[in-house]
């Protein structure tokens, strides 16, 4: 099996649509032109700056599993490891420069991971690097002194989520064992190591993931939904995603099938997904209804509907809905019901899924005015979804791990 047989579907049908975008084009093309001309510091030097460069007589044993991920994963070029000092459990894949490929880790994970445990983090950071995600610049798009449109943010949402799952099964081909990448995601979301203290227990984490799949949950039960949304999926999820490859016929001889593997994994990934859109059940009509009345609602709040409002909502909606028959005193008159609409009929997670798109909408236009912030807190208020997650999606910062 090689990694490029292994890697999500999604991943790689959302890279190709965003690499042939000309936002994304335009970007790589100055990003370059920087490198050449020297304006972006390297990322060796930097290194070399404020990391230490573990070579193989100082870490003969992380450079052993680093051979092992470079092996399994067919990758040829020259690869460099680095520690830095951190309390915090962290590791990096930088994009190549002149051929060479940086990793970097903070002390105290490589500390406290065991060995199939390092071999999981070394291999997903890995797997960045050899499906090429570092060819979408990410960083530089939602942090860009102009909001990216909020449909390629969405779509930047979506593809990093998916890259993530791609990167975790590259970190699972390298490590071969459920149980050990199971306990480093769970190092990894509660920075807990010692079994003293928490004793992990597989059956256990993956019960979070039933908890928060519940569409029935009632308020106060199940995991806090906020997390579903952030830009890497939720550790339970994560996990779940990797039991299903690991009960796949690409970790084995027998079980399931790639596209039954994708087809499951999209199931558990689609919470996050703006499916609704073009959904066609009771409960999509309601959330495209709420969606749509509230979106052009937010962008009215503060003097008017601007032209790059108006665009961004064109380009969101497609050629579905005309904004210029879109009467928005009539809509903002009607949007109580069509909250209380999608409020009786769709789950909480639903409805978080629904004001995380209004978010991103609301912020391609910057800055975002008092009045809009309000409409979006009355929304999440009216809604019942957890104080907080207004701020987090708007406030959200974003890149690949």
Same mark, same amino acid.
């Given at each position: 099996?090689?990694?490029?047989?292994?890697?999500?579907?999604?991943?790689?049908?959302?890279?190709?649509?965003?690499?042939?975008?000309?936002?994304?084009?335009?970007?790589?093309?100055? @990003?370059?032109?920087?490198?050449?001309? #020297? =304006?972006?510091?390297?990322?060796? +030097?930097?290194?070399? /700056?404020?990391? &230490? +460069?573990?070579? $193989?007589?100082? /870490?003969? #044993?992380?450079?052993?599993?680093?051979?092992?991920?470079?092996?399994?994963?067919? @990758?040829?070029?020259?690869?460099?490891?680095? /520690?830095?000092?951190?309390?915090?459990?962290?590791?990096?894949?930088?994009?190549?420069?002149?051929?060479?490929?940086? @990793?970097?880790?903070?002390?105290?994970?490589?500390?406290?991971?065991?060995?199939?445990?390092?071999?999981?983090?070394?291999?997903?950071?890995? #797997?960045?690097? !050899?499906?090429?995600?570092?060819?979408? $610049?990410?960083?530089? !798009?939602?942090?860009?002194?102009?909001?990216?449109?909020?449909?390629?943010?969405?779509?930047?949402?979506?593809?990093?989520?998916?890259?993530?799952?791609?990167?975790?099964?590259?970190?699972?081909?390298?490590?071969?064992?459920?149980?050990?990448?199971?306990?480093?995601?769970?190092?990894? /979301?509660?920075?807990?190591?010692?079994? +003293?203290?928490?004793?992990? =227990?597989?059956?256990?984490?993956?019960?979070? !993931?039933?908890?928060?799949?519940?569409?029935?949950?009632?308020?106060?039960?199940?995991?806090?939904?906020?997390?579903?949304?952030?830009?890497?999926?939720?550790?339970?999820?994560?996990? %779940?995603?990797?039991?299903?490859?690991?009960?796949?016929?690409?970790?084995?001889?027998?079980?399931?099938? %790639?596209?039954?593997?994708?087809?499951?994994?999209?199931?558990?990934?689609?919470?996050?997904? $703006?499916?609704?859109?073009?959904?066609?059940?009771?409960?999509?009509?309601?959330?495209?209804?709420?969606?749509?009345?509230?979106? &052009?609602?937010?962008?009215?709040?503060?003097?008017?509907?601007?032209?790059?409002?108006?665009?961004?909502?064109?380009?969101?909606? #497609?050629?579905?809905?005309?904004?210029?028959?879109?009467?928005?005193?009539?809509?903002?008159?009607?949007?109580? +019901?069509?909250? !209380?609409?999608?409020?009786?009929?769709?789950?909480?997670?639903?409805?978080?899924?629904?004001?995380?798109?209004?978010? &991103?909408?609301?912020?391609?236009?910057?800055?975002?005015?008092?009045?809009?912030?309000?409409?979006?807190?009355? @929304?999440?208020? =009216?809604?019942?979804?957890?104080?907080?997650?207004?701020?987090?999606?708007?406030?959200?910062?974003?890149?690949?791990?």
């Amino acid at each position: 099996m090689t990694a490029s047989a292994i890697r999500c579907s999604n991943d790689l049908k959302l890279s190709k649509a965003l690499l042939a975008r000309q936002e994304i084009k335009r970007l790589n093309r100055s @990003i370059k032109r920087q490198s050449e001309k #020297g =304006e972006q510091s390297a990322t060796r +030097r930097h290194l070399l /700056a404020t990391s &230490v +460069r573990l070579s $193989p007589g100082m /870490a003969a #044993g992380v450079h052993q599993k680093a051979d092992l991920c470079v092996e399994r994963l067919g @990758i040829d070029s020259p690869l460099e490891l680095y /520690a830095y000092a951190s309390p915090q459990f962290n590791a990096a894949c930088f994009k190549p420069e002149e051929g060479r490929v940086f @990793i970097m880790f903070s002390s105290s994970l490589l500390e406290a991971f065991n060995d199939s445990e390092l071999l999981f983090v070394m291999g997903h950071e890995l #797997g960045h690097h !050899v499906y090429d995600h570092h060819q979408i $610049p990410i960083g530089y !798009v939602l942090r860009g002194r102009q909001p990216p449109p909020a449909d390629l943010a969405l779509d930047l949402f979506a593809w990093s989520r998916y890259a993530e799952i791609s990167a975790d099964r590259a970190g699972a081909f390298c490590a071969q064992d459920l149980e050990s990448v199971a306990r480093a995601l769970f190092k990894l /979301a509660s920075g807990i190591t010692d079994e +003293r203290v928490v004793r992990f =227990e597989l059956h256990e984490f993956l019960a979070q !993931v039933d908890d928060m799949l519940a569409f029935d949950d009632k308020p106060g039960q199940g995991a806090p939904k906020q997390d579903w949304f952030s830009t890497h999926p939720f550790s339970p999820l994560r996990v %779940k995603a990797l039991k299903l490859f690991h009960e796949s016929d690409l970790m084995g001889t027998t079980g399931m099938d %790639k596209p039954t593997l994708e087809d499951q994994v999209h199931q558990i990934m689609s919470l996050m997904e $703006p499916d609704y859109l073009q959904g066609k059940t009771d409960s999509s009509r309601a959330m495209r209804d709420l969606f749509l009345a509230a979106a &052009v609602v937010i962008a009215n709040a503060y003097e008017g509907i601007s032209k790059k409002e108006r665009d961004s909502l064109k380009r969101y909606l #497609g050629k579905t809905y005309s904004l210029d028959t879109l009467d928005s005193d009539r809509l903002k008159e009607d949007l109580p +019901r069509r909250i !209380v609409e999608v409020k009786d009929r769709v789950s909480q997670a639903q409805r978080m899924q629904v004001l995380r798109d209004l978010c &991103v909408v609301a912020a391609s236009e910057q800055p975002i005015s008092d009045a809009e912030r309000d409409l979006l807190n009355h @929304i999440a208020s =009216e809604l019942e979804v957890p104080v907080g997650f207004v701020v987090q999606c708007l406030e959200s910062d974003i890149e690949l791990d």
